[in-house]
């Protein structure tokens, strides 16, 4: 293969031409739209670290559930900010607390054509920011954990969640989950095990989008970022355990894991391009440093280059209407 006879610029002459010899294009249906809602909202609350993403009230997160429907987006991911906190982060559990009743109103409102899913974890709920609850000692005490992990899986199920998307990072939970639901009779709810979720300082804005307690973090559950192979064996424990598919958590820094875990899996494997990672570009492009649409776009197809076949994105409708307008 050498020069003359191979010219690879030949096929980047035209517009038409790139288009036609893509490897890769995004589709709306692999976009999940993450969203937040706060309860006893009157009007939906910016969330300053986050330009354009807001928490939402009940009417505009319905709202969002119904554009995104119609903009093809393929699924919601939802996170509930209670008006109270406890120790045991007890809304969590409480069939009217805010993430279970968004779960039932957006499933009203969109029917089967959004998958719903919702984050079974308990840092929205803890007064102290925690994804689990304490033991004597301060330390995030797994097993009990996992019993209300289990009751919280049931409620969202009961409320309508078709994906259930268990964030916490406790050994066991998928198993836990996958039992409690089908012990319920929810046979046909899936999960998505947040399978390979590190310790990122990425997830910064998302403390402000949750109004987090949290003091200190989260490095003895979530994974650290100086290891790649410990992705592997919790992408198997979660297999084993009954995920239906599978997450990379975040997924620019970790585009490596990513690759990984798609050569391996033989389920479906998402990524979570997490608040921080939409904050940067947005600031970036806010300055005037960078051309925010293409940023977006290559942001994100580089994460589908990595392997991702859903991905997760606070631009999955703006991303989707500008498919749309392409096409
Ligand atoms: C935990 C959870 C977090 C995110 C999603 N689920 C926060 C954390 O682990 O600290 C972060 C998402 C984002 O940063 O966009 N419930």
């Known amino acids: 293969m050498s020069f003359p006879q191979h010219r690879p610029r030949r096929l980047r002459t035209t517009p038409a031409m790139r288009r036609m010899t893509a490897e890769y294009r995004l589709d709306p249906a692999e976009l999940v739209l993450p969203a937040f809602i706060r309860e006893g909202l009157s009007e939906p609350n910016p969330i300053t670290s986050m330009p354009g993403v807001l928490q939402h009230t009940t009417d505009t997160l319905k709202r969002a559930a119904a554009e995104a429907v119609e903009l093809g987006v393929g699924g919601i991911m939802l996170f509930g900010i209670p008006a109270e906190r406890d120790a045991a982060g007890s809304a969590g559990t409480d069939p009217d607390g805010v993430l279970n009743k968004a779960i039932a109103d957006v499933r009203a409102e969109v029917g089967d054509d959004l998958v719903i899913m919702s984050d079974v974890c308990l840092d929205e709920f803890t007064d102290h920011g925690h994804c689990g609850v304490l033991d004597a000692n301060g330390v995030v005490d797994n097993d009990t954990t996992l019993e209300i992990y289990g009751r919280m899986a049931v409620e969202q199920a009961r409320a309508g969640a078709h994906v259930l998307g268990p964030s916490g990072m406790m050994d066991g939970q998928v198993a836990v989950i996958r039992q409690a639901l089908d012990e319920a009779g929810f046979q046909d709810v899936s999960v998505i095990a947040y399978a390979a979720k590190y310790a990122s300082a990425f997830y910064g804005p998302f403390r402000e989008a949750v109004d987090s307690q949290l003091k200190g973090d989260r490095r003895t559950y979530q994974m650290d970022a100086a290891n790649r192979r410990e992705a592997l064996l919790e992408v198997e424990l979660d297999l084993e355990e009954g995920a239906d598919m599978v997450m990379v958590k975040p997924a620019m820094s970790y585009l490596d894991i990513l690759a990984d875990v798609a050569a391996m899996s033989p389920v479906p494997v998402a990524a979570y391009q997490i608040s921080g990672e939409y904050a940067m570009i947005e600031a970036a492009a806010a300055n005037g440093w960078i051309d925010r ?19 997760l994105t606070y631009w999955a409708a703006e991303l989707a209407a500008w498919l749309k307008e392409s096409k």
Not at 293 to 311: D, T
């Open 293 to 311: 649409r293409r940023a977006i776009e290559e942001s994100v197809l580089g994460i589908k280059r990595a392997g991702a076949n859903i991905i």
